[in-house]
């Protein structure tokens, strides 16, 4: 996929504020519309400048486009970072809006998940004559948990970074701290709803709502799948082939004795029931086997290699082995 630089297709600095950018759009409109241009390519750079402008006029998409896409230049592989949304505060749901079937791959990659359709945005108005009281809109977030977080529940601090537009149409992210409860055993993709913390009310209304989905940092033992854990469970050779007691370091620091029957192999599974995420109900602990061999740069263990090699050599490892599928390149 190719970055997309919309403030070249409109022709605006990238400090431009709505106006300038509002006013790029609209000269441009009237040279490509395919109504009126007599341009041959009149129909494809009209696309371009939709989608140009459905991003830099929308002050949330802009400052997320403007924040990820530092850096890069017009036409060079690009990929938006895993969870590059984590952190920002949008108002409305996330849905992807009709209008990014509209626009392109780069479109839809980076603003899939927040696309919607064009709308009156920077605040919410005074209170009129006759308007009435009226909730104001809930807003959402991404936020990124440790696995052991959600183990154990815990109380967090998280900086949101919220697009506001000043008064010359200029956006900038700014930062508010909160402080959020989470209970133990929240999953990933969960919401966590704070009542009153979205967008101010209108006419003296309530508050909208501020929910955050959860997702998990990535983590250097665990898998998570729903409520249930994964992992690899190393093994010596002689723990997998006569069996043993072995231990497993849980996310929330104990140690979880495990026993392995004997005969084990590599790429088995053993599953622990309940030993998951501690969700309701539990989920499962599934633990992946895997054989290390000691290093036959240890004379010793050299010399016991040797010694099987004598003693079992009518062992044909071929033959015993369960035929496996080679894994997908």
């Known amino acids: 996929m190719q970055f997309h630089d919309y403030y070249r297709v409109l022709g605006v600095a990238r400090d431009a504020t709505a106006g300038e950018i509002k006013k790029a759009y609209r000269a441009l409109a009237r040279k490509y519309h395919p109504d009126v241009s007599k341009e041959a390519d009149a129909a494809a750079r009209m696309s371009e400048l939709n989608e140009a402008h459905a991003v830099l006029s929308d002050p949330e998409r802009r400052a997320a ?8 230049r017009e036409g060079e592989p690009f990929t938006p970072p895993p969870d590059w949304d984590a952190g920002f505060e949008f108002s409305s ?3 992807p809006g009709a209008e990014a079937q509209a626009y392109s791959d780069f479109f839809t990659a980076f ?13 919410s ?3 009129g004559a006759g308007q009435a009281p009226a909730r104001g ?3 959402h977030a991404k936020i990124l948990l440790d696995i052991g977080d959600a183990w154990r529940g815990a109380k967090r601090q998280f900086t949101l970074r919220v697009p506001q537009q000043d008064a010359r149409g200029h956006v900038q992210l700014v930062p508010r701290t909160l402080e959020v409860d989470i ?5 990933a993709g969960q919401r966590m709803r704070l009542a009153g913390q979205g967008g101010p009310g209108q006419g003296g209304g309530p508050p909208g709502d501020l929910l955050l989905q959860v997702q998990f940092q990535p983590h250097a033992q665990f898998r998570v799948h729903g409520a249930d854990l994964v992992c690899v469970l190393p093994l010596a050779p ?15 620091g104990s140690r979880l ?14 599953t622990v029931r309940g030993r998951g995420l501690p969700a309701h109900p539990p989920g499962d602990l599934e633990l992946q086997l895997r054989v290390v061999l000691p290093s036959s740069a240890d004379p010793r263990v050299r010399s016991l290699f040797e010694r099987m090699a004598t003693e079992l050599g009518d062992f044909d490892a071929r033959s015993a082995a369960t035929p496996e599928a080679p894994p997908a390149s």
């Open 137 to 139: 809109e809930d807003h």
């Open 93 to 95: 749901g996330q849905h």
């Open 257 to 270: 004795k495990v026993r392995v029957p004997a005969g084990a192999q590599s790429g088995r599974s053993i």
């Open 183 to 187: 209970p133990a055993g929240v999953k």
């Open 111 to 123: 603003f899939g998940s927040m696309g919607r359709q064009a709308r009156h945005w920077g605040g």
């Open 238 to 252: 002689w723990e997998a082939a006569l069996g043993a007691v072995v231990p497993v370091a849980m996310p929330d």
């Open 65 to 72: 486009y403007d924040a990820v896409g530092q850096g890069h």
């Open 125 to 127: 108005p005074g209170r």
